[in-house]
């Protein structure tokens, strides 16, 4: 596979012999790779400040994943154009606030040596995403953000695009986000879920494999062994 930087832009870099071969995974970005919350919070904040909206943080989160018109929607405010320029512009202020949830770097890298696929399937516009997954340092063939072709989640469009992207068949594709959206995208799009319990939402119904921690992601998707096929001392 031909390492992508993690702010690529959204491609294929696999050879079309070898189109579904591979097994894929696909993730979500804020709770699921990086703690966003903080920077999260104090957009929101100048969202509240600048355009005196009474509503928490905590209603906002409520909906993460949803594309930021549909949340603005859901939660009654207008002017989501001026709204949403407020808050990309805290979010990139604020962003060195961001930080890798421990463990996912080197789960990534395992993935990656073992030949997987890795794509990002996110929310967040791409000139908001890409700067956040830099900080990864890790390959991925696919970051499918928002506004780019397709609906947002909870609709299969991203996933399915992001699958497209790595030459990759559903089949062989799982998805680990953190909020029912996710999972319902994951649904639609024919892709198994594995829901990440330590990011901001509830895994919804029905309730699919979860993972702790990132390093549990080895074990359930099939990688938890040691990274040689030898016993310590043998000679077989």
């Known amino acids: 596979m031909i390492s992508t930087p993690c702010s690529a832009m959204q491609s294929s870099h696999t050879h079309p012999a070898h189109c579904g071969a591979q097994r894929s995974l696909l993730l979500d970005l804020d709770g699921v790779l990086l703690d966003t919350r903080p920077v999260m919070q104090e957009a929101w904040h100048a969202v509240r400040q600048h355009h005196c909206v009474d509503v928490q943080f905590e209603q906002y989160e409520q909906h993460l994943g949803r594309p930021f018109n549909d949340i603005m929607r859901r939660l009654g405010v207008t002017n989501a154009e001026a709204v949403h320029q407020t808050y990309s512009e805290a979010s990139k202020a604020f962003a060195h606030l961001a930080r890798p949830f421990e463990g996912v770097e080197e789960v990534l890298h395992t993935l990656v040596a073992r030949g997987w696929l890795l794509a990002v ?28 072709p397709g609906r947002g989640k909870p609709a299969p469009d991203p996933l399915l695009l992001a699958l497209v992207d790595l030459c990759a068949d559903p089949a062989q594709a799982t998805f680990v986000g953190d909020m029912a959206v996710d999972h319902e995208a994951a649904q639609r799009a024919g892709v198994a879920y594995v829901h990440a319990a330590w990011g901001y939402g509830s895994p919804g119904t029905p309730v699919p494999p979860t993972a702790h921690a990132p390093h549990d992601l080895l074990q359930i998707l099939g990688e938890g062994r040691h990274s040689g096929p030898f016993l310590e001392g043998s000679l077989l």
Do not use: H, I, N
């Open 121 to 148: 399937v996110t929310s967040k516009p791409l000139d908001r995403a890409a700067p956040l997954l830099a900080q990864l340092g890790c390959p991925f063939g696919s970051v499918r953000a928002a506004g780019g």
